[in-house]
Every structure is written in C-alpha cells, then in structure tokens.
T-cell receptor, first 114, second 111 residues
Framework: DTAVSQTPKYLVTQMGNDKSIKCEQN?????MYWYKQDSKKFLKIMFS???????INETVPNRFSPKSPDKAHLNLHINSLELGDSAVYFC?????????????FGDGTRLSIL | QKEVEQDPGPLSVPEGAIVSLNCTYS??????FMWYRQYSRKGPELLMY????GNKEDGRFTAQVDKSSKYISLFIRDSQPSDSATYLC???????????FGTGTRLQVFP
C-alpha cells in the first residue's frame, strides 16, 4: 500500500495552460505539504496544511493555489503555467504540530512546460 | 548564504568503503536533524532522525550532530552499490514543523 501517492507522475503541457496535481495519504497524518525540487535537486517547501487549514505559505506566485478537501488529500492547482515552473513537485505528510516531525514523501510529479 | 550547506558531490567510492556525508548550518535554533535518501525518480525517504546533539546508530548508518559547531554528519559503513543515491540533510527548530533541506550529495558506490 502506497503511503503518499501523487497523480499524475508526469505532466507535459504548454505554457499558459492550467493544471492540477493530486495527493493522497493513508498514514492518518494531520499535516500535508507541497515541495518544489529544481534541477539541482534543491527541495523547497511551498505550502503546508494541517487538518485542512493553511499553515505555511512560502513566497510562491499566487498562480499556485493549494486546496485540501480533507486531511488525507492535498491538491495543487497551477494557473498560467510558465517555463520556470518546470520542476518535480513532491507531496509529503507528517503527524504535524511543532518540532520537526519526520515527513513522508510521495514519488513526485515531473512537470515539463513546453 | 543558504541556511543549510551541503557539498553536492558527486562522491564516488568503491564497495565496502566508509562514506562520510556532511552538512553545516547557520541557524542555532535548529533542534531536529534528519537524513533522507533519494533514489533516482523517487521521493526522499527518511533514513535517520536525531534530536539535539549526539550520535545515533542504525545498522550500517550513524548520524552525528555537533550543535556547537553547527555541523551534522552521516556515516555509512561497508557501503554497497544499493547505497548509490542522493542524500539530503534536513533540519528544523522546535517552533514549527517546517523542514529546511540541504541541496543533497550524490553518492555513487561502484562494485
């Protein structure tokens, strides 16, 4: 059973399009995250949600909008895609709360903008 | 200057070697330290988790934290080709669950 699953695994699309990535976790965790990993493997947090409430919102263009319908799901919608959005997007989950909770990652969505 | 610095490698070693991977950081508030392993086209998986200073051992892996020097290490004994991956350090303070990652070190273990 996959603990954190993301769909789709690959996404190839044209500049200017709108796309969504979905994430689901079956670990019973309270907190979910979106990360962006660039071509140099640098992993940077974008958002976190705890029990459907937005907790972390890093400096990310407002073309990126997360949505959490319930605590097991966190989706990421991206409007007006740009070349610089090409990256691997990872979803993660943890027990949440304070103090460096270990996070469990999905296998990523590879987004390529043509 | 990044909050967490990590040598990107690649580090290439023969099978059976002892590998040392390191990170330095600037934020003295960091209390929780982790090492993640990331295979190609996969997500990071948690390898080691330590709180504050000290050592932790798990099989062939040992994590060390020296808070006075703001320096953490991961040692891999008897390295195997299956250890070939990118190793990411990550850390956080006690106020949030936000993890700050290093840029990762790519390790290649050849037979």
């Amino acid at each position: 059973d996959t603990a954190v699953s993301q769909t789709p695994k690959y996404l190839v699309t044209q500049m200017g399009n709108d796309k969504s990535i979905k994430c689901e976790q079956n670990l019973g965790h309270d907190t979910m995250y979106w990360y962006k990993q660039d071509s140099k493997k640098f992993l940077k947090i974008m958002f976190s949600y705890n029990n459907k409430e937005l907790i972390i919102n890093e400096t990310v263009p407002n073309r990126f909008s997360p949505k959490s319908p319930d605590k097991a799901h966190l989706n990421l919608h991206i409007n007006s895609l740009e070349l610089g959005d090409s990256a691997v997007y990872f979803c993660a989950s943890s027990q949440g709360g304070r103090g460096g909770q270990p996070q469990h990652f999905g296998d990523g969505t590879r987004l390529s903008i043509l | 200057q990044k909050e967490v610095e990590q040598d990107p490698g690649p580090l290439s070693v023969p099978e059976g070697a002892i590998v040392s991977l390191n990170c330095t950081y600037s934020n003295s508030a960091f209390q929780y330290f982790m090492w993640y392993r990331q295979y190609s086209r996969k997500g990071p998986e948690l390898l080691m988790y330590t709180y504050s200073s000290g050592n932790k051992e798990d099989g062939r892996f040992t994590a060390q934290v020296d808070k006075s020097s703001k320096y953490i290490s991961l040692f891999i004994r008897d390295s195997q080709p299956s250890d070939s991956a990118t190793y990411l350090c990550a850390m956080s303070d006690s106020d949030t669950d936000k993890l700050i990652f290093g840029t990762g070190t790519r390790l290649q273990v050849f037979p």
